[in-house]
């Protein structure tokens, strides 16, 4: 396998914590060297792997907040009552109520600075998002988005983009 490239200076602690980490599991690498002071950093170039970690980024954090949480109101509010008979339990719905909106605030945040989660492109971690948000929308809680403008813009965005509006029809039929 080809060592990973570790772009910018061993001096900044942020590429010493990947270096340390590397080094640790003795995993091979190469230093690229990023010049800070020409202000390489800012490089088409660079910021385009900076907007590959920034995809990564934002789909850990789906995977780890937004849809569990999410996993936990459909799967009360829709798998139970339509596939199982049963009643959604009030109390998983408002816990992970909870936690959706702290997910959301900073979704929010993101969504004030930025049109899309990993700058101002479409990407993978924001089509990512779909399915589940989807599912919410069917919901009674669908309103939970109303206190998050930014995010509800996205969102209705997301839902508007032609690749989305067909995978729509064919969970709908």
């Known amino acids: 396998m080809a060592p990973v490239k570790v772009f910018g200076p061993a001096k900044s602690t942020a590429v010493a914590r990947v270096l340390v980490c590397l080094e640790e599991v003795g995993a091979e690498y190469e230093l690229v060297g990023v ?11 660079h910021l385009a792997r900076n907007s590959a970690i920034m995809v990564d980024v934002w789909l850990e ?5 937004f849809d569990t949480a999410m996993s936990a109101i459909t799967f009360q509010c829709l798998t139970i009552p339509t596939f199982m008979g049963g009643i959604a339990d009030d109390k998983i719905v408002e816990e992970n109520l909870g936690k959706l909106k702290k997910a959301l605030e900073v979704y929010e945040a993101r969504s004030c600075r930025f049109r899309y989660l990993a700058g101002d ?40 983009r032609p690749a989305v509006k067909r995978v729509r029809e064919l969970m709908e039929a």
């Open 121 to 160: 492109f479409i990407s993978l971690a924001d089509l990512s998002h779909f399915p589940m948000t989807h599912y919410l929308l069917a919901t009674p809680h669908a309103s939970v988005l109303d206190a998050y403008p930014h995010v509800k813009s996205w969102i209705n965005d997301l839902m508007k």
């Open 35 to 45: 010049h800070i002071p020409a202000g390489e950093q800012k490089s088409p170039a």
């Open 61 to 65: 954090v789906e995977s780890q907040t």
